[in-house]
């Protein structure tokens, strides 16, 4: 029975308990239910509050004006053509006189081969004339000679004097006469081709640079050799290279390849003369794509009136593919995104407001891009867009009262 008693004691001190904790938080819900209520109403005011405030933002104005759209490639510089002076015959060599970067024009002396051989065998040519000219001398006085005995015979054959042999004799001398002097006329013009090909090759001796073309002066690019070597021929001596106009050459993407066009005007500029701008134009483009870059050859032929450009050097080409005039132009700092479309907002020119203008865009130019749509004059928000609405009342900061009207559109 005491055990009963302390049980039934317990679960009526617990039953009292959970009645005054649920008495208190019925309490504490009751008093704090007017602050809880006015204090969603304020955060509500305060947020309604601060969306109801101008957003400072920053403008630029719309203009008009010519835009140019650009492809910007890297690449080499090359030679415009190179030719390789090399001397036809083999020899030592006497003297080479161009060395590196010297300018050369067309048809100067280069180099000189050791000519004792060649001089000799035009002496031996002349000698070989001279015989055959003498020869021919002789079988021409025998010809004649052998003209007048068949003569002599053919007229007292016709007396009767001479028989049928004799005059058949003489006959066969002169033909064997004539034949002599046709062997000797062409002995003399072998002669003088000997002669003619020993003086042309007397003359191979003397190397000289003349390339094709009608440009009159070069550079000598590359030196292999020095005075006092003996080469063989054909052996490269020099490399002399047309530096003017010199040749560009950059690789387009598919992307770019159908922008270009031959004459489309091109600016470059080099690391080595940060300064210059060099002017130029697009000569050729390769009708094929390489396989392994996917990327055709551009060639640009670029002044070179200084000659400061040179083979090797890395530039940066910028092709003018096409201008449009009086097109409308915003900063790009002003293109923004809403609801998966692309625009600006506009300032009204009623009030400090600002409406959203969708956009169409189009090339971008040194911070300025092309638009198209509908209200686009006046001026645009450049910064604090992400704040923006259509209709967002705005503020300029750091500008003085004066400035607005000219925002509305009522200054000058």
Request: proline share 5%; glycine share 6%.
């Amino acid at each position: 029975m005491p055990g009963r008693n302390r049980r039934i004691s317990f679960l009526k001190n617990r039953s009292w308990s959970i009645i005054i904790v649920l008495t208190l938080l019925t309490g504490i819900v009751y008093i704090g239910w007017p602050h809880i209520y006015p204090f969603k109403s304020r955060v509500t005011t305060v947020q309604n509050d601060d969306h109801s405030k101008p957003v400072p933002v920053e403008l630029a104005a719309v203009t008009q004006g010519t835009i140019h759209q650009k492809l910007i490639f890297t690449g080499t510089l090359e030679a415009r053509a190179e030719f390789v002076v090399a001397p036809k015959v083999g020899g030592r060599i006497r003297s080479l006189d161009v060395d590196l970067s010297d300018s050369v024009k067309k048809g100067q002396l280069i180099a000189e081969m050791d000519d004792d051989e060649a001089f000799q065998a035009v002496l031996q040519a002349k000698a070989d004339l001279a015989v055959a000219k003498a020869t021919q001398i002789q079988t021409e006085s025998d010809l004649t000679i052998a003209i007048r005995e068949f003569e002599r015979a053919a007229r007292l054959r016709k007396k009767g004097i001479a028989s049928d042999s004799q005059y058949d004799s003489a006959m066969a001398s002169l033909q064997v006469k004539q034949s002599l002097v046709a062997v000797a006329k062409a002995q003399v013009m072998r002669a003088n081709s000997l002669l003619e090909a020993a003086h042309i090759r007397l003359g191979y001796t003397r190397v000289t640079a003349d390339w094709p073309g009608n440009d009159e002066n070069r550079l000598v690019a590359q030196r292999y050799v020095d005075a006092g070597q003996t080469v063989s021929a054909n052996t490269p001596l020099v490399l002399i290279s047309k530096l003017e106009p010199i040749t560009g050459i950059v690789h387009a993407t598919e992307k770019d390849y159908a922008s270009l066009s031959p004459g489309l005007s091109v600016t470059l500029t080099t690391d080595a003369y940060p300064g210059d701008v060099f002017q130029g134009k697009v000569d050729r483009i390769s009708p094929v794509f390489d396989q392994a870059t996917r990327q055709a050859r551009i060639e640009l032929a670029i002044t070179n009136p200084d000659i400061k450009l040179k083979p090797g050097m890395f530039i940066r080409a910028i092709v003018d593919v096409r201008s449009i005039p009086n097109a409308t132009l915003v900063p790009e700092m002003a293109i923004t995104s809403q609801n998966d479309q692309t625009g600006v907002f506009m300032v009204n020119k009623t009030d400090l407001s600002v409406s959203w203008c969708p956009v169409t865009t189009g090339i971008t130019e040194e911070g300025l891009v092309q638009v198209q749509g509908e209200g686009l004059s006046g001026r645009v928000v450049t910064l604090g867009q992400h704040l923006l609405n259509h209709g967002s009342v705005i503020s300029i900061p750091d500008k003085p009262r004066n400035y607005l009207p000219d925002i509305l559109g009522k200054g000058q």
